[in-house]
């Protein structure tokens, strides 16, 4: 039994066009086309595996120039994370001075990734 997806690289700005392949035959197996280099079979195969994306956001600032500080994750969290992860980031408020790299939140969610600062404040 198969099953076809049809998704965009992002993994550079080429944006191939791809066809994933699910092949079922007692093992799972994922078939990528339309790829133009290795990268795209990698984030084909992750796609229908383990969604990742990365996290760009605010956190409520107390006492700086602006009253939101932008901040992003240390690296991709899985897809089904990203709805807990906002409502981590929405109950913060960070007391400033904060220099652009600082750590918001250590080990989010228990995932071994951070919450940094993105701009100083
Ligand atoms: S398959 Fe390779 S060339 Fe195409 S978008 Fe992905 S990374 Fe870029």
């Given amino acids: 039994m198969s099953k076809t997806v ?3 690289c992002i993994s550079c700005p080429m944006g191939c066009k ?3 392949e699910t ?3 007692g093992v799972t197996r994922y078939k990528v086309s ?4 290795p990268r795209g079979e990698q984030y084909g195969v992750k796609e229908m595996t ?6 760009t956001s605010t956190v ?7 009253n939101r500080l932008p901040v992003r994750t240390s690296d ?4 089904y994370k990203i709805s807990e992860c906002m409502a981590v980031l929405k109950a913060v408020e960070v007391e400033g001075p904060v220099k652009v790299g600082d750590v ?5 969610l228990g995932l071994e990734i951070d919450i940094i600062a993105t701009r100083s404040m």
């Fill in 50 to 55: 383990n969604p990742t994306r990365m996290v």
């Fill in 6 to 8: 049809e998704m965009i």
């Fill in 18 to 20: 791809m066809a994933i």
């Fill in 34 to 37: 339309g790829n133009k280099c």
């Fill in 76 to 79: 991709a969290i899985p897809k």
């Fill in 104 to 108: 918001i939140i250590n080990n989010l």
């Fill in 23 to 25: 092949i079922t035959n």
């Fill in 60 to 66: 409520k600032m107390k006492n700086g120039h602006l």
